[in-house]
């Protein structure tokens, strides 16, 4: 690698780092600290708590490992409730690395694979567009590392904050995790994205209701497939 | 695989394990998706279909957990939920760059209506 690309590379992992030190950082910290919150209120101890951040690190795989293991559910179920909670982060890698140039991918992308979380692959599929290819695997792993690394401390945090912090701001904090995909939601432009967010979220509350470990799977499976089919249906975009 | 998983619930190692299966489930899934990405193009046909089903997946959890939540949101009534996500939307959606500040209104709807809670002295 010559001496300019080295340099662009390190500027292109910083970049990363310093971008998510800010609104994605502020969400992760914010969900974590309600996650430890929560760990706190269901038993579990401290480091039980602070590991799911550092192992799983998917909050709602996370949650649904809290909330079954202090309920004594047996321990195939809990590991495959969270291993479906986690079916998106396979489509979520299939539309992220086919973005990075071949060349770039090492098999160091085993290991930062586990930095994609709904909060990096949301910001990737925004910027990548805006961002050089070349600089596409260093600016990932610079953001994808700087938000896996503040979860585990942050839930910790949370987990020796609870009972001094007031319920409505826990909430409030809890809240602000979906609620900052929704809102990123609103910044897709392709249409048959549009139609595919549009049908998972209808479809998602209602088919939870029936099945509601295998909902994110059905609704993704079906809805998706709906939502590309009506797009090429209704045609080019005049 | 059953006897593995019936260890004695009091015993701490218990939770260990079962952390150590649904990590190893969670991350199978991304790396399935690295092991596979080498054979989808990005101007595929493939590809867009995936996104497709992708952005369906992400929405329908994101919906999910808004208007039928476990943990402590599940505590709230659903009209302070829908009131602060109506809020955010609507700020995000009328102005260009929001946000910071329609997620902030949002946050900060949520913890109000949860702190004076209405609907209870009604």
Redesign the interface.
Known sequence: MSQTAQNSTRDALWAGCRDAVG?PAA?LV?GMI?FG??GH?SG??IG?TT??SF????L??Q?????M?AL?A???A???A??L???????????????IP?AD?RRS??AS??F?S?TSW?VMMRDFAHIQASQRMAYFTGFGMTCWAVSTPATMLGYLLAGHV?????????????????????E?R?R??R???????????I???WAPGW???I???I???A??FL?VALGKKN | METLFNLPQESAWWAWSILLFAALGTYAWRGLGVMLSGKIKQDSPLFGWITCVTYAMVAALVVRIIVLPVGVLAETPMAYRLIATGSALAIMVSKKNGLVAAISIGTLLMIVLGWLDPLSSL
């Open positions: 609104v969400v914010a309600g919150a929560l209120a579990l101890s039980l590991a799911t192992f799983i690190y998917a709602p795989g949650v649904v490992f809290v909330e293991v004594g047996s321990g195939f809990v590991a495959l969270a291993a909670t986690a079916a998106r982060f396979l489509p979520m890698t299939l539309t992220l690395v086919p973005q071949k991918r992308l085993y694979a586990h994609i709904m949301a007031p319920t409505p701001v826990t909430i409030g904090l809890v809240m602000l995790n979906p609620l900052f995909f929704l809102l990123s939601f609103t897709v392709a048959a994205s139609l595919a967010l549009l049908i998972g979220g209808l479809s998602g509350p088919v939870y209701g909902s994110i799977l609704c993704g499976l809805g998706g497939t939502a590309f797009d």
